[in-house]
């Protein structure tokens, strides 16, 4: 059912499309329309370099001008990096990470030579420069993905932290997921974000932007939303049916394929719905007649654009 519908949906609307995909900017920079944010030019190097989308996760804000530090920082899900002088009054200037892990209370009191032997614990690899362990599935991920020269040293042993088990680094957070399948278990804490609110920024720095040329935008996800003029109507009548369409960073789709199947007691009908306007709305009035009082009509709304599928559910009740 699901896939002919969305079918049809697309054999309707083969106009309606998305923006291409997303490449480098003039300045050097890099539009991620995954969150709104350009990675600024003068940080794509290190980003590529250390760890990339998987390690760093995607920008959260644009490069700012620290307005404690004075100099210009970016923050992704995962990571702050700095762009910082080597010496004062040089102008020579390189990029780094900040010791998030520090910064957002990770450390314990290192292990003393009485809670020895250290690194005879089978899986485990003890750090002397921090004197803590680092074991099993956290030990291999750290290793795989640029251990102390990345992460820096362990500032703490694995621990339980909102009922998940974590371990502090002086970089980042790693988390343990049991529950996913395979790989995948080990995963980066957002201490990105955690940083960003505790240094009480502008929230609007977080805000998701459009870039300058639309050519470096891509709709990568759907968001669509219905809503209904009455919720309790009449057995006869005519119901005013509302979808809205947003992407991913909630701006307005517009030309998006709907189409709507509503479902009453005597059968289910098909309807197919304007394009989405320029604030991403399409509407329409849907007439009925004779329904039995205390029946509930469910709205199921489908949504094609380009590659992207969506869908949403609504519903009115017939009352008297």
Avoid: K
């Amino acid at each position: 059912m699901r896939r002919a519908v969305v079918s049809l949906v697309a054999l309707l609307f083969l106009g309606a499309s998305a923006f291409g995909p997303a490449a480098a900017q003039e300045d050097g920079g890099r539009y991620y329309p995954e969150t709104g944010h350009t990675l600024a030019g003068q940080f794509v190097a290190f980003y590529d370099a250390h760890g990339g989308l998987e390690v760093l996760g995607y920008p959260i804000t644009d490069a700012f001008v620290d307005p404690f530090s004075g100099w210009l920082i970016q923050y992704t899900q995962y990571a702050r990096m700095e762009l910082v002088p080597v010496r004062a009054g040089t102008g020579v200037e390189y990029v780094r990470l900040s010791s998030l892990g520090e910064a957002l209370g990770g450390w314990q009191p290192p292990l003393q030579d009485d809670q020895g032997p250290f690194g005879s614990t089978p899986g485990c690899r003890f750090f002397p420069e921090s004197h803590h362990n680092v074991c099993h599935a956290f030990l291999d991920y750290f290793d795989g993905h640029g251990g102390p020269p990345l992460f820096g040293f362990p500032i703490s042993e694995f621990t339980l932290e909102n009922d998940r088990i974590v371990q502090y680094f002086q970089g980042f957070r790693l988390d343990w997921y049991p529950e996913e399948p395979g790989g995948g278990r080990v995963r980066v804490a957002p201490l990105g974000r955690m940083h960003f609110e505790i240094m009480g920024y502008d929230p609007a720095l977080l805000r998701p932007r459009l870039p300058s040329d639309m050519m470096f935008y891509q709709v990568t996800e759907l968001r669509p939303r219905a809503s209904v003029w009455q919720s309790v109507s009449a057995s006869s009548g005519a119901q005013q049916v509302y979808l809205v369409v947003r992407d991913q960073n909630s701006n307005p789709i517009t030309r998006a394929a709907t189409l709507l199947i509503a479902h009453f007691p005597d059968g289910d009908r098909t309807v197919v719905m304007p394009l989405t306007d320029e604030n991403g709305v399409s509407q329409l009035t849907l007439s009925y007649e004779a329904e039995d009082p205390g029946s509930t009509i469910g709205l199921e709304f489908w949504v094609v654009y380009g590659e992207l599928q969506g869908s949403t559910r609504d519903s009115f009740r017939i009352w008297w």
